[in-house]
């Protein structure tokens, strides 16, 4: 059985939060001069000579709305970079506990580990880019806190099959983290539906895909209610700063805006996909949930420089294992991805 208290860190469990000047006062005043703020303003611009609300209640009000979740559920990050951060400190004990992930995957549950002394372990994924199970539940130890699931997974494209993510949920007792960074642009439903069920579940989105805001840093994870205390209780106080929570916001109120641009998204992504197998450089062209797409190439070195001498900057993922001879592409617009295929269909492999 889960039991998150068996799983937190013995000092993160016992220590307190941070109480901020705006934490310990809660009435109607008018005058601050509690925080050690500049009382005459600021240069750059109103508002911003007062702390953000370390809480964000605003913000989280608005999120919760949109996304049917109650507010106690939501955690807000610098980035969901820094909540993959935060949960390693949550349950990792430096040099004891492990995390577990599944490549090839995004770069920074590596980072975080090893940032935070935690061993890895890791899963390659199936040729089809799928969990194979078994492997994984016989690679759990005592010591493994973590696993990151990342769907639609970055770099292949791919959706982890609904099934495999609920053995995980079902079998581990450690969190599972489920990073849909990219959901919006697959049709599949968020995990965040399948919080009731699983208090081992952790759902990860972020403000800096489909929301267009990767400038701003803003990402979120969605848990129970007592997961998302604790990663509060350990953050930074002001990890989300005024300009961000007032521009996200003032973006939340277009949700109308932002389905027509996924949707123009997603019909430049079928447009790649239909395009890309007819270039003579592309082998294959591998299925895409999200607003990027994985090629494998006959010459992925001399077509990655090829493109950067055209000015296109594109990710080589060769010498990643499991991704020999492959490029990934994010989807970009009408224009950009013209000149793309342009380029691709004049490159000639240099014998
Ligand atoms: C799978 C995945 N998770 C998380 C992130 C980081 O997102 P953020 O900008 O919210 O830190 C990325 C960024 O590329 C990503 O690909």
Redesign the pocket.
Known sequence: MFNLNNIIRPNVLKMKAYSSARDEYKGDASIFLDANENSLGSLAGENYHRYPDPHQKQLKRKIAEIKGINPAQIFLGN????A?DLLFRMVCRPGQDKMLHLPPT?G?YEVSANLNEVTMEAVQLTPKFQIPVAEVLASITPETKLIFV?SPN?PTGSLIEIESIETLLRSFEGLVVV?E??ADFSESPSWTARLAEFPNLVV?Q???KAWGM?GL???LAFASEEIISVLDKIKPPYNINEATQQLALQALEHTEALRDMVEEIKQERELLLHALPALAQVEKVYPSDANFILIKVKDADGLYNYLLSKRIVVRNRSTVPGCAGCIRITVGTLEENQQLLQAISEYKTQD
Do not use: K
């Open positions: 980035g969901s970079d820094e993959i995004y920074m990342c970055n990073d960074a990219y990860l972020t403000f800096s990767a840093r803003l990402g």
